[in-house]
């Protein structure tokens, strides 16, 4: 059964910056894709960055330039490193991952939610 558990959420002034971590856990997978997903209250989730199995990265135009995600395949891990928060990024981060079955199937896994507050 694969699991994925987020951790490094928290509460940050305007300007900091925090790293969140995302370990997948499971066995018979390889990586496809992962991203990460976040819900600010009352607004549905959106989409935040995310990297595929070539390292490719792919960022929304409101984190460009401020955040970064990048994988620790040794580790199944993938993170994502926030700089320059503002209030607006306060939200539940999510982790996604696309893995690959044994059998050639995609299935898509999301993490319970890590909560990131930036106070101004």
């Known amino acids: 059964q694969v699991q994925l558990v987020e951790s490094g959420g928290g509460l940050v002034q305007a300007g900091g910056s925090l790293r969140l971590s995302c370990a997948v856990s499971?066995?018979?997978?390889?990586?496809?894709?992962m991203g990460w997903y976040r819900q600010a209250p009352g607004k549905q989730r959106e989409f935040a960055a995310a990297?595929?199995?070539?390292?490719?990265?792919n960022y929304a135009g409101s984190v460009k330039g401020r955040f970064t995600i990048s994988g620790d395949n040794a580790k199944n891990t993938v993170y994502l490193q926030m700089n320059s928060l503002k209030p607006e990024d306060t939200a539940i981060y999510y982790c996604?991952?696309?893995?690959?079955?044994?059998?050639?199937?995609?299935?898509?896994?999301w993490g319970q939610g890590t909560q990131v507050t930036v106070s101004s």
């Open positions: 996604n991952a696309g893995l690959m079955s044994s059998s050639g199937s995609r299935n898509n896994y």
């Open positions: 499971g066995s018979d997978f390889t990586f496809n894709d």
């Open positions: 990297i595929n199995r070539y390292g490719n990265t």
